[in-house]
């Protein structure tokens, strides 16, 4: 006959065959959601950060062609016409015609060439604005005198005195995971050197 005797090796062996206490998981636990909760902070800042930049990729890379393009046509038009506060019409010596609009309700900056459907330039306006000036009669160092273009009588008037066109655009860019995302002003005048009679 063969007996096997069970040895008794004290608390130690005892803690060892029942696994972990309570308050031992407990800490295990406040230690893990505590590193978890740094991972998680660390990439929601990471994507806000990212999207941040992305952001404000787009309102430079828009900025640019908007300002570029709108230039680029006003300092080769014949004429000008005022339309409204927010878009103006210019006229060239080949019979073309292209008008750029703001149209606040979509917070969009359009051209649109021989009346061909609208191009969207930039999008996400906050605010903008068209700015007249005449240089005529003004001395050569001095400063071009602003028009009226808020009525439809001044704006008569302008389209024949304006010399020089300034636009002022503030774009904004939300996204939900950015609180705030960075506003840039755009703001650039343009000579219309071809115009006749200015």
């Known amino acids: 006959m063969i007996i096997i005797e069970a040895k008794d090796f004290g608390p130690r062996s005892k803690r060892l065959r029942l696994g972990f206490t309570l308050a031992e998981m407990m800490v295990g636990m406040i230690l893990g959601a505590l590193v978890l909760l740094g991972v998680l902070t660390a990439y929601i800042f990471f994507c806000r950060t990212g999207m941040g930049i992305v952001q404000y990729s787009d309102m430079e890379n828009q900025a640019a062609a908007t300002v570029q393009r709108f230039g680029q046509d006003a300092r080769q038009a014949q004429a000008i016409t005022w339309n409204s506060d927010t878009k103006v019409t210019f006229a060239y010596n080949d019979n073309s015609t292209i008008y750029y609009q703001y149209i606040s309700n979509s917070g969009t900056f359009v051209r649109s060439q021989n009346n061909s459907p609208a191009k969207t330039l ?77």
């Open 122 to 198: 930039a999008s996400g306006i906050q605010s903008f604005a068209f700015i007249a000036y005449s240089y005529a009669n003004a001395a050569p160092n001095e400063e071009p005198t602003q028009l009226v273009i808020s009525t439809d009588a001044s704006r008569n008037e302008a389209n024949t005195r304006t010399s020089m066109v300034r636009i002022e655009i503030v774009l904004r860019r939300n996204h939900s995971s950015v609180v705030n995302a960075t506003a840039q002003a755009v703001s650039a005048s343009y000579v219309l050197r071809n115009k006749v009679g200015t």
